[in-house]
């Protein structure tokens, strides 16, 4: 066994022991752990290595296992940073889903779903409409549509009446006009601007 084998294998050794002390009850890693020693005292033994030789391996297996675990500990925060995004993003940021509960509000009141929606005041309709267009100016109008059609996708699944559902693709085909609408502006915006060039 070479000298850069053998400091691998003391940085094996270092990882679990530092296993087997912060687990104390599980006695698989206390195994591993004296399973290791006895390899790694076998093989000092077999190599027949001064003192101070030994040390300068054992030196540079602690640095292997300082490496290691800097890596393990990096590798573990960009997993949590990108668990944390994907969560992030599945469940949308505070404004996406109050942007998506006004739309559904919106929605359900013109299929006259919700019962108190009759009695809401002109005040909180205007209050609405204005959440939904600073969103929309914030965020552009590709979002809002992903979001539009999410609503749509919810209420669809709810227990609607024959004439609710009539109303729905009513609402679903008023949003793909719009969405000719607000996309083509911008195309044809696009398109001249390239023109020009």
Same mark, same amino acid.
Not at 61 to 86: C, D, H, I, M, P
């Given at each position: 066994?070479?000298?850069?084998?053998?400091?691998?294998?003391?940085?094996?050794?270092?990882?679990? !022991?530092?296993?087997?002390?912060? &687990?104390?009850?599980?006695?698989?890693?206390?195994?591993?752990?004296?399973?290791?020693?006895?390899?790694?005292?076998?093989?000092?033994? /077999?190599?027949?290595?001064? /003192?101070?030789?030994?040390?300068?391996?054992?030196?540079?297996?602690?640095?292997?296992?300082?490496?290691?675990?800097?890596? *393990?500990?990096?590798?573990?925060?960009?997993?949590?940073?990108?668990?944390?995004?994907?969560?992030?993003?599945?469940?949308?940021?505070?404004?996406?889903?109050?942007?998506?509960?006004?739309?559904? &509000?919106? +929605?359900?009141?013109?299929?006259?779903?919700?019962?108190?929606?009759?009695?809401?005041?002109? +005040?909180?309709?205007?209050?609405?409409?204005?959440?939904?267009?600073?969103?929309?100016?914030?965020?552009?109008?590709?979002? +809002?549509?992903?979001? !539009?059609?999410? +609503?749509?996708?919810?209420?669809?699944?709810?227990?609607?009446?024959?004439? *609710?559902?009539?109303?729905?693709?009513?609402?679903?085909?008023?949003?793909?006009?719009?969405?000719?609408?607000?996309?083509?502006?911008?195309? !044809?915006?696009?398109?001249?601007?390239?023109?020009?060039?």
């Amino acid at each position: 066994m070479n000298t850069k084998e053998l400091a691998n294998k003391y940085a094996e050794l270092l990882a679990a !022991k530092e296993k087997a002390t912060m &687990h104390p009850e599980d006695k698989g890693y206390e195994w591993k752990y004296n399973q290791l020693s006895t390899f790694y005292q076998d093989a000092v033994l /077999k190599t027949k290595l001064p /003192k101070e030789r030994l040390a300068e391996i054992e030196k540079e297996g602690e640095s292997l296992y300082e490496q290691y675990e800097r890596e *393990q500990e990096e590798a573990n925060q960009f997993k949590e940073t990108y668990k944390n995004n994907v969560l992030n993003n599945l469940e949308g940021s505070k404004e996406e889903q109050d942007f998506k509960k006004a739309y559904k &509000h919106k +929605v359900l009141a013109f299929l006259d779903k919700e019962q108190d929606e009759k009695q809401e005041m002109e +005040v909180n309709k205007d209050k609405r409409n204005q959440q939904m267009e600073a969103f929309e100016s914030k965020y552009g109008y590709e979002k +809002v549509y992903a979001l !539009k059609k999410e +609503v749509l996708d919810d209420i669809r699944e709810m227990d609607l009446t024959p004439s *609710q559902r009539e109303r729905l693709k009513e609402v679903e085909q008023d949003l793909e006009d719009e969405r000719k609408i607000k996309l083509g502006k911008n195309k !044809k915006k696009d398109t001249e601007i390239e023109m020009e060039m």
